[in-house]
């Protein structure tokens, strides 16, 4: 092989006139035993392959354990649980990393907290205000080796504007959207079902939402999940967005008053498709009642989509979801309009001020609070099923 026999001759001036390193036989081929344990083969067994945590851990499971944990103070689990996170993610998400770096700041595990901040960053996290905004680093924020990691950040962010272009242009033009669609079992094409609109969270999307439609018990409706139309950069993680959100590169640079008309377009352009999408559903298939569910960034649209469009919508439903401000809701309740409003006991108080809201408004509001921090559990949909039923 070409590729094989370049590194080989690349590698030859390194190891001149140094010992000759041990080396293990591996079908035949010879393996330094030098190598740095990430890299050795020697560790591998592919008799044996742990299967399970390379692609069937639960993501979403240890992420709501690991908030869990950080909730109540148990750092030590919260990292245990966001290492297992690590372990089993392909694409080394840089919150989860940030998180952790957090946590071990919180445990005095200066340097561990350190690397693991770097580290967060050469992942593809992005905002440097984070680091000196959050209160868990405080403990270490004046050492040596914290100092160091600051200054090692900076050095990057300083080579990623280096090679931004001095200006972006943000340019709307239509283009296909992806979206799932679940069917009731045994749909009757002659029978009419109520339709629900799922949005999902920030840096979430449609494959995801879709795939919490077995979580309903009877999933006797009509469920369309829509993907946010906003790809967020994959050295970030992925993912995808309702609005051009601060945490994007281009972003970023933009003059403050820019900044705020390019979030209201790409909002209002994320309200007209959620409309523009509930009204293909409901032309192509029968219809007898409209609800918008969505989570966290997601539950925060469908309330502005439903109280701006209160005659196309019954209800709205969300999970998580910070309240809008007063120039997207009207004053007074539309007439038989209900929300559905769940919050994790252990989250912020945005779902309770997201209650208050709409009952000193007299809206019809059903309030759930479920276990844990910021997620949708599968007995909270079940809820919700059971309200929209």
Same mark, same amino acid.
């Given at each position: 092989m070409?590729?094989?026999?370049?590194?080989? $001759?690349?590698a030859v001036?390194?190891?001149v006139g140094?010992?000759?390193?041990?080396?293990?036989? #591996?079908?035949g081929?010879e393996i330094?035993?030098?190598?740095?344990? @990430?890299?050795?083969?020697?560790?591998?067994?592919?008799?044996?392959?742990? +299967?399970?945590?390379l692609?069937?851990?639960?993501?979403?499971?240890? #992420?709501e354990n690991?908030?869990?944990?950080?909730t109540?103070?148990? +750092?030590?689990?919260?990292?245990?649980?966001y290492?297992?996170?690590?372990?089993?993610?392909?694409?080394?998400?840089? =919150? !989860? *990393?940030?998180?952790?770096?957090?946590?071990?700041?919180?445990m005095?595990?200066?340097?561990?907290?350190?690397?693991? $901040?770097?580290?967060?960053?050469?992942?593809g996290?992005?905002?440097r205000?984070?680091?000196?905004?959050?209160?868990?680093?405080?403990? #270490?924020?004046q050492?040596q080796? +914290?100092?160091?990691? !600051?200054?090692?950040?900076?050095?990057?962010?300083?080579?990623?504007?280096?090679l931004?272009?001095?200006?972006?242009?943000?340019?709307?033009?239509?283009?296909?959207?992806?979206?799932?669609?679940?069917?009731?079992?045994?749909y009757?094409? %002659?029978?009419?079902?109520?339709?629900?609109?799922?949005?999902?969270g920030? /840096?979430?999307?449609?494959?995801?939402?879709?795939?919490?439609?077995?979580?309903f018990?009877n999933?006797?409706? *009509?469920?369309?999940?829509?993907?946010?139309?906003y790809?967020?950069?994959?050295? /970030? %993680?992925?993912?995808?967005?309702?609005?051009?959100h601060?945490?994007?590169?281009?972003?970023?640079?933009?003059?403050?008053?820019?900044?705020a008309e390019? @979030?209201e377009?790409? !909002?209002i352009t994320? =309200?007209?498709?959620?409309?523009?999408?509930?009204?293909?559903?409901?032309?192509?298939y029968?219809v007898?009642?409209?609800?918008?569910?969505?989570f966290?960034?997601?539950?925060?649209?469908c309330?502005?989509t439903?109280?701006?469009?209160p005659?196309?919508?019954? %209800?709205?439903?969300? +999970?998580?979801?910070?309240? *809008?401000?007063e120039? @997207?809701a009207?004053?007074?309740?539309?007439?038989?309009?209900?929300?559905f409003i769940?919050?994790?006991?252990?989250e912020?108080?945005?779902?309770? !001020?997201a209650?208050?809201?709409?009952q000193?408004?007299?809206?019809?509001? /059903?309030?759930?609070?479920?276990?844990g921090?910021? @997620?949708v559990?599968?007995?909270g949909?079940r809820?919700?099923?059971?309200?929209?039923?």
């Amino acid at each position: 092989m070409f590729l094989r026999r370049s590194l080989l $001759l690349l590698a030859v001036p390194l190891v001149v006139g140094l010992p000759a390193p041990s080396r293990a036989s #591996i079908g035949g081929v010879e393996i330094p035993e030098a190598l740095p344990g @990430w890299a050795n083969p020697a560790r591998v067994e592919p008799a044996e392959p742990d +299967f399970e945590r390379l692609f069937e851990a639960d993501l979403g499971y240890l #992420i709501e354990n690991a908030q869990q944990a950080y909730t109540i103070g148990d +750092f030590d689990l919260a990292a245990r649980y966001y290492l297992l996170f690590l372990q089993a993610d392909l694409n080394r998400n840089p =919150i !989860v *990393i940030y998180n952790l770096a957090c946590c071990y700041a919180l445990m005095g595990e200066e340097a561990l907290a350190s690397r693991f $901040l770097v580290a967060s960053f050469r992942a593809g996290l992005d905002d440097r205000g984070f680091v000196d905004a959050d209160p868990d680093f405080d403990s #270490i924020r004046q050492t040596q080796q +914290f100092q160091g990691a !600051v200054a090692e950040i900076d050095s990057m962010m300083e080579e990623m504007a280096a090679l931004r272009s001095d200006e972006m242009l943000y340019l709307m033009f239509p283009s296909l959207q992806t979206a799932r669609l679940h069917l009731p079992e045994g749909y009757d094409p %002659g029978r009419e079902y109520p339709a629900v609109v799922a949005l999902h969270g920030y /840096t979430g999307s449609a494959e995801e939402f879709s795939r919490r439609f077995s979580d309903f018990e009877n999933g006797d409706f *009509i469920y369309l999940s829509l993907q946010a139309p906003y790809a967020l950069p994959p050295e /970030t %993680g992925g993912g995808y967005s309702w609005c051009a959100h601060g945490s994007q590169d281009w972003l970023e640079i933009l003059p403050e008053d820019r900044r705020a008309e390019l @979030w209201e377009r790409s !909002v209002i352009t994320s =309200i007209d498709y959620v409309v523009f999408a509930t009204m293909e559903l409901r032309e192509h298939y029968p219809v007898c009642g409209t609800y918008l569910l969505g989570f966290s960034q997601g539950g925060q649209l469908c309330y502005m989509t439903a109280l701006l469009h209160p005659d196309i919508y019954d %209800g709205v439903a969300a +999970f998580g979801a910070p309240m *809008i401000g007063e120039e @997207w809701a009207p004053q007074e309740s539309a007439p038989g309009f209900r929300v559905f409003i769940a919050r994790g006991a252990s989250e912020d108080d945005r779902g309770l !001020v997201a209650r208050d809201y709409f009952q000193s408004r007299g809206y019809d509001v /059903t309030f759930y609070e479920h276990d844990g921090a910021h @997620w949708v559990p599968a007995e909270g949909l079940r809820a919700f099923e059971s309200w929209l039923n």
